[in-house]
């Protein structure tokens, strides 16, 4: 479990967008670890990225505008139930889960989630060491 920086990107919903945005980040070695992409009115798209810097100076070459978010990226064994472990720790404690994205390779130990929460610092104290 980390803390990571996760993108949030303004970019026009039409064929191609999403074709355009990952090509580039390409071209440059950028690795995408985690994306989610929705209309606009759903929030627009979200990525993790290394290395972030070289993933926002494509964004700046594109001119798509985005915002950066502390996100919690959790690896969850590949079990019925070790999801809701996870979440129910954060909801005994009071953190509000306000999105979730993730997936799973087949015969991977693991799965990894991106979880946007409410208070990043303490989610992930809450989760240190319970997640192994």
């Known amino acids: ?3 990571m920086t996760q993108l949030m990107i303004r970019a ?15 071209k440059v070695a950028v690795n995408i670890t985690a994306i989610m992409a929705a209309p606009q009115e759903a929030g627009g798209g979200r990525l993790v990225a290394q290395p972030l810097a070289t ?9 798509l505008p985005y915002t950066e ?3 919690l990226a959790v ?13 129910r720790k954060l909801a005994e404690k009071g953190i509000d889960i306000m999105y979730a994205y993730g997936s799973i390779v ?7 989630i991106i979880l946007g929460v409410s208070d990043v610092d303490k989610a ?3 989760l240190k060491g319970a997640m192994k």
């Open 1 to 3: 479990m980390a803390q």
């Open 12 to 26: 026009e919903d039409k064929p191609g967008t999403l074709a355009a945005i990952c090509s580039e980040m390409a």
């Open 55 to 63: 993933a926002k100076r494509v964004l700046d070459a594109m001119q």
């Open 69 to 71: 978010e502390e996100v």
């Open 75 to 87: 690896r969850v064994t590949d079990k019925p139930g070790a999801l809701g472990k996870a979440t």
């Open 106 to 112: 087949k015969d991977a130990e693991r799965a990894l």
């Open 124 to 126: 992930a104290e809450i």
